[in-house]
Each structure stands twice: as structure tokens, then as C-alpha cells.
T-cell receptor, first 118, second 112 residues
Framework: AQTVTQSQPEMSVQEAETVTLSCTYD???????LFWYKQPPSRQMILVIR??????QNATENRFSVNFQKAAKSFSLKISDSQLGDTAMYFC???????????????FGKGTRLHILP | DGGITQSPKYLFRKEGQNVTLSCEQN?????MYWYRQDPGQGLRLIYY???????QKGDIAEGYSVSREKKESFPLTVTSAQKNPTAFYLC???????????FGEGSRLTVL
């Protein structure tokens, strides 16, 4: 069974600094997707970035980028030039590609609470 | 605008009462899900439905029930059998089964 581990329950950084959130996962699959979701204090969860395992190039979305190390099963999220609006809970998630079996699910980590300090 | 609407945002219930949380989506997504979120626990899957009139139990289905009579709607009933129902509940949908998830704003249930 797949597992996702986020080893940092909580982090704080100063505004404008760069911060890296860690995520490791365990799977025997060769092809899969990885996601980072953001849940701000307003509570609506939104997708930050996604990575396909078959792509070697790391995904980037503006100030957000990932460091995907497939052999090490590591998928960290880097936030550059952090802003107050980045304060949120961040969840790492794993998914097998479609079509999936009936019992396949998206697996979420337990989350990292990130505080951006003024 | 397309999206997922959960209601109510806040709900209080007395012990022993059933309560139903609403989830409606106008994204034309086939799949819908219910997650429970507790501090330090991440998201745990309660039920999911990949197609109308079909649904499957997730990791923590005991004490919950769902229905999927329409593509747009996936209500969750928290029954009196759920031993610890106070939590934050998130509904989500995706185009296909377990594709990228789109979430609602959540419903906070408090049992008094």
C-alpha cells in the first residue's frame, strides 16, 4: 500500500524568505501523480502544483516549484519569495494514474502548517 | 462560476441525532468524495462515488451514509452511530475517479 509522509508538522519563516516543505512517499508503482494542495485559513483546499512521475523535469508554478527525486521517493515543495498569503496548511498527495481499480485512492499526508511572518 | 457548494458551513447537533451535510457541484464531474479532517490527522476518506447510483466505503465509513441519486449531488449523513462526529468535513469532486480534486469550502460539525 502507498503511504505519504510529511515530517514537518509546522514551520515558520519570515516574509520574502524561501521555504521548503518535505514529502516522502512509498510505492511500488512506476507511474503515478504527486500533488501539493494548499488549505488557507479560509479553509478551501486548492491545488498548488502537480507532478507526473514519468516526467523528469520538476514542475513549477510561479513562485512554487518542486524537487522530485523519484529514486529517493521524495517530493518537496519550494516556495520562493514567500508572502503572507502563503500562510496555510499544505498537503502532499499521491495518486495512481487513471483508470484506477475500485479500491485505489488518493493518499494524503498529514499536512504541514506553514506560517509566514511579517 | 463552476464549483462545489457545501452547506451548512457550521452545524451543531445534539448527541443521538442524525445530520445531513449537503454537497453540490456544477463542474459536470463524474466522481465525488467526502473527507473528514481532524487536527494532526490529515484527510481521511469517508465515502466516494465514481458514478451515479454507485458509491464505495473509504477508510472511515462507519457511522456515515451517503447517496448518489444525481450527478451533481452527494449528501453525507452523519448518524448517531458515529462515535466522535465533531470534525471538519470536506467534499470534493474530480473529472474521473480520483483525478485532480476540486474541494468545497467545508462544513464544521459540532456535537453538543
Amino acid at each position: 500500500a502507498q503511504t505519504v509522509t510529511q515530517s514537518q508538522p509546522e514551520m515558520s519563516v519570515q516574509e520574502a524568505e524561501t521555504v521548503t516543505l518535505s514529502c516522502t512517499y512509498d510505492t511500488s508503482e512506476n507511474n503515478y501523480y504527486l500533488f501539493w494542495y494548499k488549505q488557507p485559513p479560509s479553509r478551501q483546499m486548492i491545488l498548488v502544483i502537480r507532478q507526473e512521475a514519468y516526467k523528469q523535469q520538476n514542475a513549477t508554478e510561479n513562485r512554487f516549484s518542486v524537487n522530485f527525486q523519484k529514486a529517493a521517493k521524495s517530493f518537496s515543495l519550494k516556495i520562493s519569495d514567500s508572502q503572507l498569503g502563503d500562510t496555510a496548511m499544505y498537503f502532499c498527495a499521491f495518486m495512481k494514474p487513471l483508470p484506477m481499480n475500485r479500491d485505489d485512492k488518493i493518499i494524503f499526508g498529514k499536512g504541514t502548517r506553514l506560517h509566514i511572518l511579517p | 462560476d463552476g464549483g462545489i457548494t457545501q452547506s451548512p458551513k457550521y452545524l451543531f447537533r445534539k448527541e443521538g441525532q442524525n445530520v445531513t451535510l449537503s454537497c453540490e457541484q456544477n463542474l459536470n464531474h463524474d466522481a465525488m468524495y467526502w473527507y473528514r479532517q481532524d487536527p494532526g490527522q490529515g484527510l481521511r476518506l469517508i465515502y466516494y462515488s465514481q458514478i451515479v447510483n454507485d458509491f464505495q466505503k473509504g477508510d472511515i465509513a462507519e457511522g456515515y451514509s451517503v447517496s448518489r441519486e444525481k450527478k451533481e449531488s452527494f449528501p453525507l449523513t452523519v448518524t448517531s452511530a458515529q462515535k466522535n462526529p465533531t470534525a471538519f468535513y470536506l467534499c470534493a469532486s474530480s473529472i474521473g475517479g480520483f483525478g485532480e480534486l476540486f474541494f468545497g469550502e467545508g462544513s464544521r460539525l459540532t456535537v453538543l
